[in-house]
């Protein structure tokens, strides 16, 4: 699939093309519906495509015509060689990393969520007696802010 160090990097660069292809996918879906607006661009030109079955449009044939060229141009992107190179280097230093196991992970993710709520109930409490204390300061009574 790549002309620059085949076989080299491979996942990196694969993830990276699909990657593109989906945000490409998402954009020119977007813009056959933003096209469907001019009476010009729903015009049918064949009732149902085989296999799909939506009609064709002057609009859905842009949309594809983008998404081919975005296609193209990324997978040329990916074979400049500073670029390929880069993604091969960054497959390889992945390989060196020692990932933690599941047990590792879920007593870290725990650790995360126990942090995060401690932080949220100080925050709200903080947020609730500040309320209070300059409420009363302002306005001179004691109230629940309303």
């Known amino acids: 699939m790549f002309k620059h160090r085949p076989g080299e990097g491979v ?56 998404f081919v060229g975005v296609l193209i141009a990324v997978w040329r992107l990916l074979n400049v060689p500073r670029i390929g190179d880069l993604l091969i280097d960054t497959e390889l230093e992945m390989k060196k990393v020692t990932w933690p196991s599941f047990d590792e992970s879920r007593k870290a993710s725990f650790v995360v969520i126990f942090c995060v709520v401690v932080m949220v109930a100080f925050l709200s409490v903080s947020d609730w007696g500040l309320e209070r204390v300059f409420f009363s300061l302002v306005y001179g009574v004691e109230g629940n802010g309303h």
């Open 11 to 66: 996942y990196a660069r694969g993830v990276a093309f699909w990657a593109f292809a989906g945000f490409a996918f998402l954009y020119a879906r977007r813009l056959v519906l933003w096209l469907e607006r001019y009476d010009s661009m729903r015009k049918v030109l064949l009732d149902e495509i085989p296999l799909v079955g939506v009609p064709l449009t002057p609009g859905l044939l842009i949309g594809i015509g983008i």
